[in-house]
């Protein structure tokens, strides 16, 4: 693929397609690539062993030229690249993935991150109980810098494997963790091919009656480093892109009561990450603790900007003076 409208009708077509049962693979592996090779090559490598042990498809969708995506199938004969344009987000790769996956089951993780030696045959067990989601825990690759461990507080924290196993409601899953059963996927896809995150994804699963189960064995390990700034930024947008699409879900929401409150909010969520993630580690917690606020800071004011700006496809409030 090479533009984002040909991303849209190759994905459309391939929704007709159902999992090759009895004949191919029942469980299909997508990777959304859109960083460094580097990181894809240690991705795949915790993958293909136990892929091809188990007669798991692989796929990456991968955003990038056709001639670079070309190179890296013929580097893994044994895996499946499909071409996403160079600006494809990480939801759009997902649908371009899952799209093309023929498993009864599809899970879903991304080049950042490398999946423990048994996590595709965990996540395929857990699959096989009554939940149409399944999604395991994220664990810390990259352990020397603080940095690095307070990224993975401020961003994975919540899903931890270490969590407690008592929670309210729907557990937290993430989409660099997680497995579909074939009947959701369709939906998923078209969740994802419109922008959409896996939290609002997983919500409009669950109030239409699905189920959503955490398997804790299934372990995945981000392993990414980060600088303060990139992240600080990163952790801005995404905050403020998940006010305005709160807004813009949620119309009875209290926007300005939500604007108001947001300052609390690295507080509130920095005592969350603790309870999920600082069991049996809080020397690392508290060194991490620093720069693990600073990111949560630069989410929560980014919520707060996002709130302010109003719903999500809401034009931005003129700055004063203007006509």
Request: overall charge positive.
């Amino acid at each position: 693929m090479s533009s984002p409208s040909r991303l849209d009708s190759d994905v459309a077509r391939s929704l007709g397609r159902g999992p090759k049962r009895g004949s191919g693979p029942t469980v299909s592996v997508v990777v959304a690539s859109n960083r460094d090779k580097t990181l894809l090559h240690a991705c795949l490598g915790s993958l293909l062993g136990q892929c091809q042990r188990l007669n798991a498809e692989l796929l990456v969708a991968r955003a990038g030229s056709a001639p670079d995506v070309a190179a890296l199938a013929k580097t893994y004969p044994g895996v499946r690249f499909v071409t996403a344009p160079a600006d494809a987000s990480i939801p759009q790769l997902r649908a371009v993935g899952m799209a093309q996956a023929s498993g009864d089951v599809v899970a879903l993780t991304e080049d950042h991150c490398v999946a423990d030696a048994n996590w595709v045959e965990a996540l395929t067990q857990s699959a096989n109980s009554d939940a149409d989601v399944v999604g395991g825990g994220m664990d810390n690759a990259r352990r020397s810098r603080v940095v690095d461990w307070a990224a993975y507080f401020a961003e994975y924290g919540f899903f931890s494997t270490d969590r407690p196993e008592a929670q309210q409601g729907a557990p937290l899953l993430t989409g660099a963790n997680v497995a579909y059963k074939r009947h959701v996927i369709a939906d998923v896809i078209g969740w994802a091919q419109d922008g959409e995150w896996e939290n609002v994804a997983h919500t409009r699963l669950v109030a239409r009656g699905s189920m959503l189960r955490f398997a804790r064995t299934a372990a995945i390990y981000q392993n990414q480093t980060y600088s303060v700034a990139a992240f600080c930024t990163d952790r801005y947008e995404h905050g403020r892109d998940f006010a305005r699409k709160r807004l813009a879900d949620e119309p009875g929401a209290r926007r300005w009561f939500l604007f108001m409150v947001s300052p609390l909010l690295p507080a509130l969520l920095t005592w969350r990450v603790a309870r999920a993630a600082a069991r049996g580690r809080w020397g690392t917690f508290l060194r991490a603790l620093p720069a693990t606020m600073l990111f949560l800071t630069a989410w929560s004011i980014g919520e707060g900007v996002g709130y302010l700006r109003g719903p999500a496809g809401a034009p931005a409030p003129k700055p004063a003076g203007d006509d």
